[in-house]
């Protein structure tokens, strides 16, 4: 499977950011869809994921409320909608995919190349 983020790019506090995961070489429909991100200087963390039967979402804390997680398995394709964005949320941001849903980067199989986001205050 290979994964492609896009959509980054910057935008105000308050703003938002739709975030798209093309996949291609494999359906994505058996995977569990996730997106991590990188701050500068910092390790990678969770964000979201979803899950590839039910369609269950999963939050970080710190954007429960403001991130949308979904995915249109007709289109291989998955995304995140960003609102209400902060500073903080600045990072480089990753999708990837895995059979089953992790909170861990370590447990992906596969990764995209990642797509800025840069909040301005």
């Known amino acids: 499977v290979q994964l492609q983020a896009y959509g980054g790019g910057l935008v105000q506090a308050g703003g938002s950011l739709r975030l798209s995961c093309a996949a291609s070489?494999?359906?994505?429909?058996?995977?569990?869809m996730h997106w991590f991100r990188q701050p500068p200087g910092k390790e990678r963390e969770f964000v979201a994921a979803?899950?590839?039967?039910?369609?269950?979402?999963y939050y970080a804390d710190s954007v429960k409320g403001r991130f949308t997680i979904s995915r249109d398995n007709a289109k291989n394709t998955v995304y995140l909608q960003m609102n209400t964005l902060k500073p903080e949320d600045t990072a480089v941001y990753y999708c990837?995919?895995?059979?089953?849903?992790?909170?861990?980067?370590?447990?992906?199989?596969?990764w995209g190349k990642g797509t800025q986001v840069t909040v301005s205050s």
């Open positions: 990837a995919a895995t059979r089953a849903i992790s909170w861990s980067p370590r447990a992906m199989d596969y």
């Open positions: 070489g494999r359906t994505l429909s058996m995977y569990a």
């Open positions: 979803i899950s590839w039967s039910s369609g269950t979402t």
